[in-house]
């Protein structure tokens, strides 16, 4: 049984960075296979952020491509995406999630792609 849990969320001024954290326990790492970042605001679908798969290679949506960059450290089966030059707009609760199965690069964004589902962090950014 996979269970994931994000951490590292909070308020942060605009133009500040957060480093988040998502544990994966029960996770054995699979070629081909993700973990998925993901991130929902009040009154929205919940949106792909980024995925990393588990020999490395890392995809970003445009809206954080080159703020926010993913990191994972195997040993500990922790996921880091760090969060640089926030925006108002990256408020919302952070997702973290694994991969049903391996992925194609265009498949990568979609939600209902993944499964073992965080409860989730805020990030609030204010002006």
């Known amino acids: 049984q996979v269970h994931l849990v994000e951490s590292g969320g909070g308020s942060v001024q605009a133009g500040g960075s957060l480093r988040l954290s998502c544990e994966a326990s029960?996770?054995?790492?699979?070629?081909?296979?993700?973990m998925g970042w993901f991130r929902q605001a009040p009154g929205k679908e919940r949106e792909w952020v980024a995925s990393?798969?588990?020999?490395?290679?890392?995809f970003y949506n445009d809206s954080v491509k080159g703020r926010f960059t993913i990191s994972q450290d195997k040993v500990k089966k922790t996921l880091y995406p760090q969060m640089e030059s926030l925006m108002t707009e990256d408020t919302a609760v952070y997702y973290c999630?694994?991969?049903?199965?391996?992925?194609?690069?265009?498949?990568?964004?979609?939600?209902?792609?993944?499964?073992?589902w965080g409860q989730g962090t805020q990030v609030t950014v204010s002006s």
């Open positions: 990393i798969r588990s020999n490395g290679p890392t």
């Open positions: 029960g996770y054995e790492y699979s070629s081909g296979y993700w």
């Open positions: 999630a694994t991969s049903r199965w391996e992925l194609t690069t265009t498949e990568i964004l979609r939600v209902d792609l993944y499964k073992n």
